[in-house]
């Protein structure tokens, strides 16, 4: 029976060149020969919809009990350390990700979303930067909503893109690097509509036009040849905001644009744990390697809520009516390397805090990755 070593007693990584300060096209990383950036990546956590609509026009006049703007299926907004490395790497990767009760239709009914990202990152510059592209498929709300509660508040959306830009900027050895980048997530889902099917008219329209701008930075460190860990730190702005619209009268198929919503501004800050602790002695073998990883991440709001017009009463608005928000989320999963070129990880997600601090009841995520 084979055994099992327990100990750091696994050969070190090949050294890294020598350190650089900016970005190095000679820059040859240890992720292309080892696949550090491929092994040692983040699970991620988040789901940050913060947005209620509420109004006479809803039946829901307390903003505190609206509805969750229905583009691209109420789903959470971008966060970088979803399955990622500062290290840039070669792979392609499917991120399963199921939140329970996360979002409310508009019939004021609680939802679960699942949510499928198909990803691939593609260095360049000799391994020193890549590029990512994301394309998320989601299970949530409907994009057109019925306020009668007429037909299904839920259906299948495509997500808004996400393209990623990283480079590495400073390395020490086979030890630490530190990298930065910028991703930018675009509005490529189905603008939303909520209507009447009693009366016909289309209460409100919402142009799915916001472009997030996410800049970051990472730090990843190997404390030993089977202990990793890195921090990440990222800001998230809405640089244009969604246009809100009302039908002019009933039936008449034309809008009036009757605002212009922005999300708020966030911070993110994540830091990410793993210790390899199953190592096949003979390097073969369907599972090459076990990890256990843990994850703390914090997520906060950095400017006021914004308030804006949504339907054709006065009172109807969309906002966050809890203003600030200040999230804490707890991650614990398992990954498997499966032959030399799989990765297999399976999370779960705990809410630390309560009230409009706690954005889901539980999170579970599948993650699989293929280097290339």
Sequence with gaps: MDQMPMTDDLPPLPELPSPASSFAASTALASSNEGLGFRDATIGDFFGSTALISGSSYNSTNPA????????GSDRRFKLTENVSPIPV????????????????????????????????KTFLDNSSSLEVRVPIISGLNATQDVTGSGSQTNGEFGNMTLTLKSLLWQQGNQSAISAGLSI???????????????????????????????FIAMYHQHSPRTWSMVI????????????????????????????FQEQNFLYLDYSAGHWFYDNPYGGGFIRRAAIIGELHYSTTINNADLAAAGPDDGDIVTNPFNRIDVLNATGG??????QDYLLTAAVVAPLKDGENRLFDSEFALLLTKRF
């Design 233 to 260: 730190a990222q800001l998230d702005f809405d640089t244009n905001g969604n246009t809100f619209l009302t039908e002019t009268s009933p039936n008449s198929g034309r809008f009036t644009p009757i605002s212009r």
């Design 65 to 72: 009990d609206g509805f969750n703007v229905p583009i691209a």
């Design 185 to 215: 997530n675009l509005p490529t889902a189905q603008d939303a509509n909520v209507y009447n099917s009693y009366t016909g008219q289309s209460i409100l329209r919402i142009d799915n036009q916001s472009v997030h701008l996410l800049p």
């Design 334 to 339: 398992l990954r498997f390397q499966l032959g």
């Design 90 to 121: 070669n792979r392609f990767f499917v991120n399963y990700n199921h939140f329970s009760q996360p979002v409310r239709n508009v019939t004021l009914s609680k939802q679960d979303v699942d949510r499928v990202t198909l990803g691939l990152e």
